[in-house]
């Protein structure tokens, strides 16, 4: 694995507030494998990615990829929710209008 990739473990890691002991506990693996991983000496499997990028609540792609972690916000927020705005732009202007007025609602804390 990558030291890219190990630095980016532990960034999120950090962010979200938890201890290597943490980590390890809600993926199921032993605190050396943790830090082994942010060292970049142990392979991280596909499964290991996906439940760490929900754990952490972050973009696999946050992880792996350079690019995308240097692109901007916008291309970030594009590139995390293009499948939301692909199902968008098949929607009617009525439905978008809905959709909107039902994220608005949430946000505002109505819903």
Do not use: H, P
């Given at each position: 694995?990558?030291?890219?990739t190990g630095?980016?473990?532990?960034?999120?890691?950090?962010k979200?507030?938890?201890?290597?002991?943490?980590?390890?506990?809600l993926m199921?693996?032993?605190?050396r494998a943790?830090?082994?991983m942010?060292?970049?000496?142990?392979?991280?499997s596909a499964?290991e990615l996906?439940?760490?990028?929900?754990?952490?609540n972050?973009?696999v792609?946050?992880?792996?990829?350079v690019?995308?972690?240097e692109?901007?916000?916008?291309?970030?927020?594009?590139?995390k929710y293009?499948?939301?705005?692909?199902?968008?732009?098949?929607l009617?202007?009525?439905e978008?209008?809905d959709v909107?007025?039902?994220?608005?609602r949430?946000?505002?804390?109505?819903?």
């Open positions: 694995m990558s030291e890219f630095k980016k473990l532990k960034e999120a890691r950090v979200k507030g938890l201890s290597q002991d943490e980590a390890a506990n199921n693996v032993a605190k943790i830090s082994e942010e060292a970049g000496k142990r392979s991280i499964d996906a439940q760490f990028s929900r754990i952490y972050v973009d792609r946050e992880l792996l990829f690019e995308f972690t692109a901007g916000d916008e291309q970030r927020l594009t590139a293009s499948s939301f705005l692909k199902l968008l732009e098949k009617s202007d009525r978008v209008e909107y007025w039902v994220i608005k949430k946000v505002e804390g109505l819903l």
